[in-house]
């Protein structure tokens, strides 16, 4: 947890001023307009001394009560254009904030982001950017009530200088309790944002797991973790909101006392004509409006300790490290050249990648070629680092050692999207994106048109379960109204609209049904005859579809070549067959069940 020792609160109170620093010239109106605002309020009370004034001297009142009323208005004018400006402000400080993360979050390299829970990513985009609100407000309100504190206390000394030596005794007491306790106030502020993100966290991996989690009957357990998480939030502003009620208390109690003790020691003065009675009123009128300032500040400054929470919280997002969006060597053309257009499209040089500094290589001395047409299956148990070897097609992962080079050229002389755009990919457990079935399907491709569209839900077969939809390809896509196999073919449709140089498919374990099985194979099978395929080969078909296979083992490629060659050369190869045989002979026994 950060400290809140003052050392400490400087350097965080200039990361959240680092937020407010592009608007420093609207904060400094916003300052202007409140000063005016306090000068108003200021001048209210002698105003009231010049009625009185008049009363006494037996003059007419309407000056002053005109320049009674006329302080009311423009002060009241004034106060609403600071009120509008700031609150205008305060959102576009969240906005910026916001749109910083999001923008982040999406160009962050994804080892980084998935070393994160996603829910207190959100969080910090959601509940912690709102903290910057108030916080934005609370430096040019701080200020405000600073300077409207010494005026007032100015305006006291110049009615009596005794009184002001009372008021100021009262002043220091309570300044001194404030001061001893607000930074308590700060660390439970900061302590239950914390909470709150890791709320955010065991929520969103607590739904995203639900089937699971009602499956293993884990509902109280697992709904107990995150109350808790919640409890320790809510004891933590608790904690800040009791000692803020403290600090309440005793300002106003203060204040109240100061005024009492004033009207006595002030009455006893008027009694001895050291003190007329108008400047007496005028005084109380000052002490009671001392309270405005004084509580002002207390709210600025708690204010202030949430933002600078925030603040870091927020900034923390900065060390997110993001995919580099130039290449590293020279760029390519656009196109590739006739020299290139031979070799292989993909190719993997002794290649060497591992997941973090002290991880052990998920795959080593890699080296591999991907023909411009075909299929080529990779197969292997499970860890063999089959999934690592699309994350560095994909490059998800950078390689440690080795190179990979797409139409003869290294990847470094391409940008991330670059390499992309040449590629698609389905994932094993094919998600459904935000949006209706069409934008689902134009993901990749936002310029595609319907007549494209239809092709390719014909050739998945889902036209006539698109056509049966009251608002057809228009209708919004939850992933709990498709099935697994529907989901699979809405990937592979989107893979389909248009004809990347390779499509790289990460079969589904599951068992598919027959409809999404045959949809699979005529993809594979047309798109092997125009370009590359690559698949992560899960069922024997397609195995048996591919026209090389590539065997991985511990991270190392072991064998390659055709299904006949590796059933008579590889033993580990026979075994896998072995297993998948089994699987396929197990999902027609359950195909064919009653
Ligand atoms: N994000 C990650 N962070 C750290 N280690 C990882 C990560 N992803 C994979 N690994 C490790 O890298 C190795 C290769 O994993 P990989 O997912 O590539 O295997 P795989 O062949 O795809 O396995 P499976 O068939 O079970 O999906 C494994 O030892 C795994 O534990």
New binding site residues.
């Given amino acids: 947890m950060p400290s809140s020792a003052p050392a400490a609160v400087l350097p965080r109170l200039r990361l959240l001023l680092s937020f407010l620093a592009p608007h420093r010239a609207t904060m400094l109106l916003g300052l202007v307009l409140g000063l005016a605002a306090n000068a108003a309020g200021l001048a209210t009370p002698m105003v009231t001394k010049w009625v009185l004034d008049t009363l006494g001297a037996g003059e007419s009142m309407a000056r002053p009560i005109g320049a009674l009323l006329a302080l009311v208005v423009v002060g009241a004018a004034i106060t609403l254009w600071q009120w509008r400006l700031l609150g205008t402000l305060a959102e576009r400080i969240v906005l910026d904030a916001r749109t910083a993360m999001i923008t982040r979050y999406f160009r962050a390299r994804l ?1 980084e982001l ?2 994160r829970p996603g829910g207190e990513l959100v969080t910090r985009v959601t509940s912690d950017a709102a903290l910057l609100h108030q916080a934005s407000g609370s430096i040019v309100g701080l200020v405000n009530s600073a300077i409207a504190l010494l005026g007032t206390l100015v305006l006291m000394g110049v009615l009596d200088l005794f009184l002001l030596g009372c008021t100021l005794a009262a002043v220091a007491v309570v300044a001194a309790i404030m001061g001893a306790l607000l930074p308590s106030i700060g660390k439970a502020t900061t302590a239950a944002q914390e909470s709150v993100g890791r709320l955010g966290g065991t929520l969103e991996g607590a739904l995203r797991a639900i089937r699971t989690v009602k499956a293993s009957r884990a509902e109280t357990r697992l709904g107990a973790l995150v109350v808790a998480e919640a409890r320790d939030a809510a004891a933590h502003s608790v904690r800040a909101a009791r000692t803020a009620a403290s600090v309440w208390t005793i300002a106003w109690t203060g204040i109240q006392l100061a005024v009492i003790v004033i009207l006595g020691i002030g009455a006893w003065r008027a009694q001895r004509d050291l003190l007329e009675i108008s400047s007496l009123i005028a005084f109380l009128l000052y002490t009671f409006q001392l309270m405005g300032p004084i509580s002002e500040l207390t709210q600025n400054v708690t204010a202030l300790q949430a933002g600078i929470a925030a603040a870091g919280r927020i900034r923390e997002v900065d060390a997110i490290g993001v995919e580099a969006t130039a290449p590293v060597t020279a760029p390519v053309p656009a196109h590739r050249t006739a020299a290139d257009a031979g070799g292989p499209i993909l190719a993997l040089r002794d290649v060497t990648a ?3 500094p002290d ?2 290589p ?2 080593r001395g890699v080296t591999l070629e991907i023909p411009r047409r075909g299929h080529t299956a990779i197969v ?12 560095l097609v994909l490059r998800f992962l950078e390689p440690e050692h080795g190179q990979l080079l797409l139409d003869g050229r290294p990847y470094d002389s391409y940008t991330h999207d670059q390499v992309r755009a040449r590629l698609a990919y389905v994932e ?1 457990e094919t998600p459904v994106v935000p949006g209706t079935i069409r934008d689902n399907l134009r993901f990749a491709h936002p310029d595609a048109t319907d007549a494209e569209i239809r092709e390719v839900l014909r050739a998945v077969r889902l036209d006539d379960k698109v056509d049966s939809l009251p608002d057809g390809l228009d209708t919004p896509l939850a992933s709990t109204e498709v099935s697994g196999g529907q989901r699979q073919r809405i990937a592979l449709a989107r893979a389909m609209l248009r004809t990347p140089d390779v499509l790289l498919l ?1 079969e589904a ?1 599951a068992q598919l049904d027959g409809l999404t099985e045959a949809a699979l194979h005529e993809c594979i099978r047309q798109r092997a005859a125009a370009g590359a395929v690559v698949t ?1 080969a ?1 069922r024997l078909s397609t195995v048996l579809d591919a026209d090389r296979i590539v065997v ?1 083992e511990e ?1 190392r490629i072991r064998a390659r070549g055709t299904h006949a060659e590796l059933l008579a050369g590889d033993d580990l190869y026979r075994r896998l067959v072995q297993a998948l045989r089994i699987a396929a002979e197990q999902d027609v026994a359950t195909a064919a069940a009653p």
């Fill in positions: 080892a998935q070393r591992r997941y973090g991880a052990p998920a795959v292997g148990p499970s860890g063999a680092g089959k999934t690592t070897l699309f994350s094993q990460d374990t992560i899960h991985l991270g």
